[in-house]
């Protein structure tokens, strides 16, 4: 992914990354504007997960674990036999 310098919007390059949390998911991202003759820019942005657009198999085969585990006999039947 391309950044550009929030001041001139020239092509920047990331210099080093600060980890913000144990998982390294999170982190601050140090970036110097490749403009040097006429910016010279430095400048930090921080590289962090929004949101899942389809969240992970193992979250999905837990969360339908549990809704089985709280279904009755009866509406566990039905549902294995698609009534
Ligand atoms: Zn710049």
Known sequence: MMIL?????QKAR???RNALNAEGTIADLY???TNTKDCGATFVM?????HYL???????AQLAQNILNNLTKTEHAALVQGR
Request: hydrophobic share 20%; proline share 17%.
């Open 31 to 33: 970036y110097a504007c």
């Open 54 to 60: 389809n969240p992970p198999v193992t979250s999905t």
């Open 14 to 16: 990331i210099t080093s």
């Open 46 to 50: 921080t590289l962090a997960p929004k």
């Open 5 to 9: 310098c929030p001041n001139c919007q």
